[in-house]
């Protein structure tokens, strides 16, 4: 346990029921998650009505009987993330690297052996808890990643453990500025979920993703610019149950854009449009709970 995190003593119970309930094998947890998903999906039916909206908006050819049978899928996976997150916080290195394969590490290893910080653009896609782990486990270097804190000390106490307990390094979002500019020499990799909502006070940047006007933050564009990292996009595919294959893909080698070549898409422009591909070729992997295009451009334009 993180020492400097103080539990309140009535939640000392549920600690202890989630450490036991993470020493279980994961098939045994498989099928807690396959009850999970009966009681979320048809008992509380918990946000259907915001999985479906933002299902038929970002694929309206889509006939409604495939838009439900892709939502019961995103639930069902997403209760498997959900057991799959209790399961790393006693999960070995060695089941983690059985379950996660990196195909073409050798794409990350060239840039970090010549001495950079490497940025990985992900997003919540199939399990992304499990993936700087995977990382911390295999790679030989330095795997940190940019995290916001949760406001209940239980649950920010139980998540930093997990996320750590295999070696991965953590940076708090705030921090992260201040972060990269002490350890701009630092040979590591810097994980980053770059498809969270911005504050509408804080859009910079919009697109068309998934035939919607979407803003995404800047975050991983401004630190590339201002460091001179390279910039790798993570895409996550589920094999099978609990096994996952992680491809980086290029965004940025980390110098500077050709004055020549203006009309070069925009680091977060790339990212939108390869998480975009991915997200077609496999939608119910994707986290749908979320209200991810709960702003209009002409509202946050007229904000500015």
Request: hydrophobic letters at 40%; glycine letters at 4%; proline letters at 6%.
């Amino acid at each position: 346990m993180n020492q400097s995190i103080k539990i309140p003593p009535q939640y000392y119970p549920l600690w202890l029921l989630l450490k036991a309930l993470s020493l279980l094998p994961l098939p045994l947890l498989y099928i807690l998650s396959n009850f999970l998903y009966f009681v979320v999906y048809y008992v509380i039916g918990y946000r259907k009505k915001v999985v479906l909206q933002n299902l038929r908006n970002a694929f309206p050819a889509t006939a409604d009987a495939e838009i439900q049978q892709i939502a019961k899928d995103f639930y069902k996976q997403f209760m498997d993330v959900v057991v799959e997150i209790l399961k790393l916080h006693s999960m070995d290195a060695a089941e983690m690297e059985r379950r996660i394969v990196f195909s073409n590490q050798e794409l990350l290893d060239n840039f970090v052996q010549q001495g950079k910080t490497v940025i990985t653009m992900g997003s919540h896609s199939c399990n992304w808890e499990w993936v700087l782990s995977a990382g911390a486990v295999q790679f030989g270097f330095p795997a940190y990643g940019i995290y916001k804190p949760l406001n209940n000390p239980f649950f920010e106490a139980f998540m930093l453990q997990t996320r750590s307990q295999l070696g991965a390094k953590l940076i708090k979002m705030k921090d992260t500025l201040r972060d990269f500019a002490a350890n701009r020499h630092q040979p590591r990799v810097v994980a980053m979920l770059s498809d969270q909502t911005p504050l509408k006070s804080e859009i910079t940047f919009w697109t068309t993703f998934l035939h919607q006007d979407t803003p995404f933050y800047e975050g991983a564009e401004k630190l590339a610019t201002r460091f001179g990292c390279p910039v790798l996009f993570l895409d996550v595919k589920r094999t099978s149950r609990g096994h996952y294959t992680l491809t980086f893909e290029l965004i940025s080698d980390g110098n500077p854009v050709d004055a020549t070549a203006p009309d070069k898409p925009s680091i977060t422009e790339i990212f939108a449009r390869k998480l975009e591909t991915s997200l077609r070729r496999s939608p119910a992997d994707y986290l749908w709970t979320h209200k991810r295009w709960k702003h209009s451009r002409e509202a946050a334009v007229s904000n500015i």
